[in-house]
């Protein structure tokens, strides 16, 4: 049997064979085999990764309800840039047998499942993944499709009216929070990378205080925020005036066709467009869109135009462009994350851990929203999870 | 303690009546009359400004070759979009009173003067400023033209050495040398917002060091390099590998026809390459161009396009376009440094003042290269600053 | 009594308050004074102009229902940019006169006129212009504000129907169809530089029809839709396949705020987006925005992204930003229409002019949408009006 | 009449095994499986193409001083984006046939071969491959690395007198010219796809001439240039004062590399220009860069700045960023060339083709410019030569 210093970490993947989680599985075992761990802040030089599951030993599951396989979404990957052609035949087995491990998910509407069958489904999944691969902890990470902003309702407003109104048959929960209450009720850090409710709902949160589970979100920082996040500072910096910030994302694939919808696009322009007047302290004219261009594929291009006041006034303008892919963007983070949740929950931490805002458009509980001030905040949180002991 | 509350204080403009002379000096008129302190970092909200000089109290003089007077250029300014419409006539007073103030400088080349009576000139109508106007102190800025670099020679090597081939009648000083020379041996500060060679030649160093006084530069950093200083950083802490960075800056006016030379070039270039792959640890391959374009006028546009690898590989590219007023940029940081040096000089402070590095593109003696760093490092001085005593 | 060389040529401005028509008024003016005509197409070398009414002799007036002067409005101008400072005070006599002969207009709705008496007085009040300035003829400009996309309705299909409505008291013409029924009714020619209806319900062209009169249109193509009208063909002629164009246009002052109705706006983009899939011969996916950015002012940026196909499927694309002033592009179009039209008038043409599909995003009747095709069939329309006689 | 429809064409590719001939060898196989033919302005619909050799049928040889297998090139070129996927596999066949007809070239400098023996091994190379293929004609294509600049020497102003000096063992003829002097004496129709000399000294030409053979180039138009050939003609269409225009080109790969050197890059950059102010007919500011960026390996990125005036002066501008792959864009051209040249050469049209403009930078004696009005004078060509006879 296994004993620390290496514990078995398992990463259960909502949105299994998705790009995002995709890109994690093969990248997790492409390092196996000594490719550079580019892009993975905890890989970097450096960084206090000590006591962190090591990436390569990470061992993958999770919800879907497509069928794709992973191994054939690692061909589409490879063919469209994202993965070094070869790689999927390389890694071939280890995605086939995370694919083994992918479990049936549930429906962003109600389904036909009694909601309170569906949830303790999700959870024996997750449990019954720790169980068989002898996992000592499992992180549940949301990489599924965004959704719709969910309207507040009565009954996520605490724990024990939602478990009333789940019995009595009631669908009140959107699919991203029955993950996060399937995460926390089979005992397992949660990590919410997209802007969907996931664990937000006061319930949820109740639930992860009761269970004593530590939770981050929400929304991975892949591109456009990412920029604003150090160029709003600089022109705090230097007390420049910044008048407008106006934004366009262009989208391939599925994360644009699934933003295409203007329900669904709200949540992620929400999640967006907060961000530079907390950065400046002072309301910008702002504006975003966001395009589903097919032709794109798994790129994504991100233009945006910021106009500012100099000295006396004079007007000035800065605009970048922002060409990249976004599953290689997200999937090291999303690796990033699980080992720091789950070494966050060795050492007992529950609640939200406002400390890995650096990953988030729209952090959780944090006031930190400039890049630098992040990255020491995670640094200093990686320290402290260095020194502390083993398992609570 | 600190008593007199309004000690006074001179700026001493080497390159007194071009574009960024006269937008400092037509700023700090402005804001006697209720402008907002945009653009300047000193003033904005929160910086510890206690002790400083009062912006509007700045009396300002200046050496300067042309003859064009401030109140013309002003209105060039003002027809270029970089002073408001209207404002040179607003101040009219201010800029006549300066102009009055600025004496003869030297050509970038020897001239017919010996060496060493002409430093003393420099020298004298510094102190002259002084008595005059009745000042405290005074700093001397260079915001003349960017000069050619010098080569190094054994005459400048050191101070003696220096004193003997000038009083041999020996032109071995650049002209930024010569103007710094003259600012410590009238007793003030000194600060190099070029990349000529100004206190950096080891015998001028030492001059400093002797009269105890400090100096500050070089190179104000207001564009690319701003960026440059953000932009790294985050790829940095993202651990994304920065693989090129190509830069075309387009200059219009008087900078851009200086810069046109290739000798002259080659100091500007110097100072901006080397950033890069400072903030990053590793060689980037770089690219950098200075173009006159006559047609953007007091505008300057610069365009970078960098390309990195994300995970496993990935090529994702950024590409920034910035559009802005070179003289908008520099002037109040121009008044920054004089409000801070002045101080700093009124505390003791000699030597360089390496917690300026802020302002600069190729900081002396510095090795935090990072806006968010350096910034941090500023706020500590000036708080400093703030917390020391009177006069040393 | 008209006796050539030098007819009397009046230029009637729907919206004669607002940014296009002050800079046209203004800029004639300049003309007299020796300004280039830079942007005039009919004052370009080698455009075979003669016959046409000199730009320096056209006389203004208009109907608006804004009261700003025209002198005021120029003064704004001047300061943001469009026109040079100095050439208000220059021309404040052009301006004086001009404003002196503007008339209320009507409101976009419906207003508390009968809509019968209405059409009569704005009429009357163009007649009234020719006769008291000895005017040989009037071409009417609609250069107000786009208004809303107008549904079709059974009394504007035919002339009988429409006036039998109009006299019922029925208003079943939206504001800019108005003004083209008063322009057609006074015996003018008429433009629509605008995406509004203007000329198109079949009523109206009706009226053409009956009264014998030419008119032009849709909407000014002043930008982005310029540079598609030769970037596609450029694609076209390459055997390159365009997959995707997205573009988002910013615009500041009136026209911005005009355009941040989304039901206003539905008019300017659906006159944009048919361009490139007609040029092409086949669909191409295309995304557009307008957003409202104050800051801009009297400002425009356009920023479009195109991904096409090469050789064997190879993926590339082309970014462009284009940055104008709104108002000094579409000016001097105006005036070229003036004359043009002015003169098609006068040698008896009636019915769409369907040859200056050079100046319209949305041309009338013509399938020619290719700039050099368009510039070509120009050439050839101005040199048939060059040979041309006298009156009709 | 034209009778045999199937006249037996070939290609002798003068740098056979670089990126462009790979390209084109891969691409005119990949078209006999089936694939579009995107990018092949001969093969565009509607293009008059009777009478032309098919693309299919065309045979490939050429000349090279490398030694990496095209099939090796070709895998190379499939992992930079550039082939499909699977396309170096599916005709390895063709590549590797190919491929045994490529000869040994002669190096850019003197090498130890006697000039005139030189020429006539690569006279000889080139009539064997007709020859051995048993092919009616053959067009030789410059697709080698661009050279420096040549000087002009008096040896090379006359045939005769370039006989005279080559026999006496002198070294005076370029490399492109030993090429060109080689295709015309093995009686071959001749196109310079690159800057370099190729036929344009006037020995060369006098030797087409007497040969009684057809030539064109100089140069293929690819990108930046192409853009510059729509967009200054809408300038001028416009009667818009352009007033700079700035370029920076960023190339990785071979064509990167070899332009890294200066004096090569000298023949570049003059050959791409003098274009704009041709165009335009007065001069304006231009500035152009070429960097080699090693990391964008097969891809190109041009950045153009463009300044202008418009109404009364206003300022404007426009930018654009062009990302491809150059043997994509350029492959294509080549083959549209071969066939319209064999076709040219049946016709017995001898000299320079001047109707080809539409292909060039730097078109041989031709004064249309502007890409439409070239693209006319191709579709005429193209019209003419299948309306002639057939082989002269």
Same mark, same amino acid.
């Given at each position: 049997?296994?004993? #620390? ?10 949105? !299994? ?10 990248g ?36 879907d ?18 993965? #070094? ?5 390389? &890694?071939?087995?280890?995605?086939? !047998? ?17 909601p ?15 169980? @068989?691969?002898?996992?000592?902890r499992v /992180? ?7 959704e ?10 605490? +724990? ?11 669908h ?46 929400d ?22 005036? &910044? ?20 329900? /669904?696009a ?9 961000? &530079? ?36 006034? !004079?007007?000035?303008? +800065? ?12 999937? #090291? ?21 406002? @400390? ?11 006031? /930190? ?9 995670? +640094? ?13």
């Open positions: 049997m296994h004993t #620390p210093p290496h514990p078995r970490t398992g990463v259960w993947l909502i949105g !299994a064979r998705g790009s995002v989680a995709t890109t994690a599985i093969a997790a075992a492409a390092l196996r085999t000594g490719a550079p761990a580019t892009a993975m802040v905890t890989e970097a030089p450096g960084f206090p990764a000590d006591g962190l599951p090591r990436t390569a030993d990470l061992v993958f599951g999770g919800h309800i497509a069928h794709t396989t992973l191994a054939k979404r690692a061909e589409q990957l490879a063919a469209a840039g994202v993965l #070094p052609a070869g790689l999927p035949d390389r &890694v071939r087995a280890e995605l086939d !047998a995370a694919d083994a491990r992918i479990r049936p998910g549930v429906p962003q509407g109600h389904g036909s499942e009694h309170a069958d569906g949830l303790r489904r999700l959870a024996a999944d997750i449990a019954a993944f720790r169980t @068989e691969e002898r996992l000592d /992180v549940v990470v949301n990489v599924a499709d965004t719709a902003p969910a309207p507040a309702r009565a009954e996520t407003e605490g +724990l024990d009216a939602l478990t009333a109104a789940l019995e009595s048959g009631a009140v929960l959107p699919a991203s929070s029955r993950y996060a209450h399937a995460a926390f009720t089979a005992g397992c850090a949660y990590v919410n990378f997209t802007p969907s409710a996931g664990a937000r709902p006061p319930a949820i949160a109740e639930l992860a205080a009761r269970t004593r589970l530590p939770y981050a979100g929304d991975g920082k892949t591109g456009e925020t990412l920029l604003k996040s150090v160029l709003a500072p600089m022109f705090g910096h230097r007390h420049l005036r &910044v008048r407008s910030w106006a934004g366009t994302n262009l989208l391939g694939g599925g994360d644009g066709a699934n933003l295409a919808d203007p329900a /669904v709200r949540s992620k322009l929400d999640s967006k467009s907060r961000l &530079v007047g907390e950065l400046l302290g002072y309301p910008v004219d702002d504006h975003l869109h966001i395009d589903h261009v097919a032709d794109l594929a798994e790129r994504k291009v991100a233009w945006d135009h910021v106009t500012f006041d100099g000295f006396l006034g !004079a007007q000035m303008s +800065l605009q970048f462009t922002w060409q990249g892919y976004d599953s290689a963007l997200a999937a #090291p983070l999303v690796l990033d994350l699980a080992r720091l949740m789950a070494r966050a929950h060795e050492t007992g931490r529950s609640g939200p851990v406002t @400390e890995l805002a650096f990953f988030f458009k729209d952090p959780l509980d944090c006031a /930190v929203h400039d890049l630098p001030g992040q990255h020491a905040m995670l +640094l200093a949180f990686a320290e402290r999870l260095r020194r502390a002991g083993g398992p609570a």
